[in-house]
């Protein structure tokens, strides 16, 4: 089975940072890995579909990247509704889910 | 507009079973995988379990295996989830999701608000 690992857990951002979220397979996904967003008491949301397509009606300052085992999804002025847990998923073998990346404001 | 909404979900006693029922509104059901994920209150999300669009192939997760069934009636827009011999570890929000229009690619694009199942004596 693929693992999928995020790092970090969690992050303490301000408002217009630049943010990098890192997600780590246990072997190559060949780039078949989407990131999704949740907000707190909310269904997740699909953002990134194989890792660099925005899905319609995201904003562009989100943005995905990576190849092989290693992935990113970055937010490039960090808003203050982005504020969620954001999950990374492989469905290159079977269906993963990373831990997810928990984001809070400083 | 897209519409998944799971109804199903409760309190149930430990070895007991329940069924979740999910339907779909707003795209032609018949055409598309489904899947069944869930989260353990204050943790991540859990694949469950996936159908394909004729039902005639399904996938579980090590973790529920030989012990929940999902399927689909076309006709009733629905997915289902038979959940036997509950365990406390099964306690969660399950949500339907959706596959979309990628190709080959397997992306959730749609998800319900999720019900909630409660696995306690």
């Known amino acids: 089975d693929i693992q999928m690992t995020q790092s970090p857990s969690l992050l303490s951002v301000s408002v217009g940072d630049r943010v990098t979220l890192n997600c780590k397979a246990s072997?190559?996904?060949?780039?078949?890995l989407n990131w999704y967003q949740q907000k707190l008491g909310e269904a997740p949301k699909l953002l990134i579909y194989?890792?660099?397509n925005l899905q319609t009606g995201i904003p562009s300052r989100f943005s995905g990247s990576g190849s092989g085992t290693d992935y990113t999804l970055t937010i490039s002025s960090l808003q203050p509704e982005d504020v969620a847990t954001y999950y990374c998923?492989?469905?290159?073998?079977?269906?993963?889910f990373g831990g997810g990346t928990k984001l809070e404001l400083k | 507009e897209v519409q998944l909404v799971e109804t199903g979900g409760g309190l149930v006693q430990p070895g007991r079973s329940l069924k979740l029922s999910c339907v779909a509104s707003g795209f032609t059901f018949s055409r598309y995988w489904m899947y069944w994920i869930r989260q353990a209150p204050g943790k991540g999300l859990e694949w469950v379990s996936s159908i394909n669009s004729d039902g005639g192939s399904t996938y579980y997760s090590d973790s529920v295996k030989g012990r929940f069934t999902i399927s689909r009636d076309d006709a009733e827009n629905t997915v289902y989830l038979q959940m036997n011999s509950l365990r406390s570890e099964d306690t969660a929000t399950y949500y339907c999701?959706?596959?979309?229009?990628?190709?080959?690619?397997?992306?959730?694009?749609?998800w319900g608000q999720g019900a909630s199942v409660t696995v306690s004596s």
């Open positions: 998923y492989q469905y290159n073998s079977g269906w993963t």
């Open positions: 194989y890792t660099n």
């Open positions: 072997q190559n996904i060949y780039k078949n």
């Open positions: 999701a959706k596959d979309g229009d990628y190709g080959s690619l397997y992306v959730m694009d749609a």
